[in-house]
T-cell receptor, first 113, second 118 residues
Framework: KQEVTQIPAALSVPEGENLVLNCSFTDSAIYNLQWFRQDPGKGLTSLLLIQSSQREQTSGRLNASLDKSSGRSTLYIAASQPGDSATYLCAVRPMDSSYKLIFGSGTRLLVRP | NAGVTQTPKFRILKIGQSMTLQCTQDMNHNYMYWYRQDPGMGLKLIYYSVGAGITDKGEVPNGYNVSRSTTEDFPLRLELAAPSQTSVYFC?????????????????FGPGTRLTVL
């Protein structure tokens, strides 16, 4: 059964720091992995989607990598800002189901001014 | 495009009451989903639909019902509310397709409904 784990559960950093959020999954048979941002009381905003054939995706200050063989993905945030404070969720789409997303429990990020 | 919209934003129910959470999307997506998110946890799939008239159970369907009479709408029904159904409910939609041999199914989420059952 596919399981997705995100460590750490919470992270507090000073503004300007570069940081890495981790996501691991137990079964490498996935179509893709998606990173989401969730602000308090709000829905999920898709940040980056990495297909299984890709190694990384970039959007602005965000870079997500995927190592399917080791079951890991990282989300790199460069030059963090207080506006980056949110919960970051990763989710995988397993190959045994065309529709399902399996979510991790998220990392709560606080960027201190 | 409004994307995926959900109503209401907040609701408090008493045990045993029923209600319907509404979800509408204007992207002409054929797949739609209902998830719940408990505090400090990831999202879990309740029900999904691959098109009008077709629905199926996800991981945690007990206590819920769905229907899909149109492409745009996918309401979620709670018949006998219980405290265990206190959660935030998210609706999502997607358009699965294949491009250059790759399978794509990016899901787009609504803002959520925060439900409390007392």
């Amino acid at each position: 059964k596919q399981e997705v784990t995100q460590i750490p559960a919470a992270l507090s950093v000073p503004e300007g720091e570069n940081l890495v959020l981790n996501c691991s999954f137990t079964d490498s048979a996935i179509y893709n992995l998606q990173w989401f941002r969730q602000d308090p009381g709000k829905g999920l905003t898709s940040l980056l989607l990495i297909q299984s054939s890709q190694r990384e995706q970039t959007s602005g200050r965000l870079n997500a990598s995927l190592d399917k063989s080791s079951g890991r993905s990282t989300l790199y945030i460069a030059a963090s800002q207080p506006g980056d404070s949110a919960t970051y969720l990763c989710a995988v789409r397993p190959m045994d189901s065309s529709y399902k997303l399996i979510f991790g429990s998220g990392t709560r990020l606080l960027v201190r001014p | 495009n409004a994307g995926v919209t959900q109503t209401p934003k907040f609701r408090i129910l008493k045990i045993g009451q029923s209600m319907t959470l509404q979800c509408t999307q204007d992207m002409n997506h054929n797949y739609m989903y209902w998830y719940r998110q408990d505090p400090g946890m990831g999202l879990k799939l309740i029900y999904y639909s691959v098109g009008a008239g077709i629905t199926d159970k996800g991981e945690v369907p007990n206590g819920y019902n769905v229907s899909r009479s149109t492409t745009e709408d996918f309401p979620l029904r709670l018949e006998l509310a219980a405290p265990s159904q206190t959660s935030v409910y998210f609706c999502a939609s997607s358009y699965p397709h294949t491009l250059a041999g790759e399978s794509y199914n990016e899901q787009f989420f609504g803002p959520g409904t925060r439900l409390t059952v007392l």
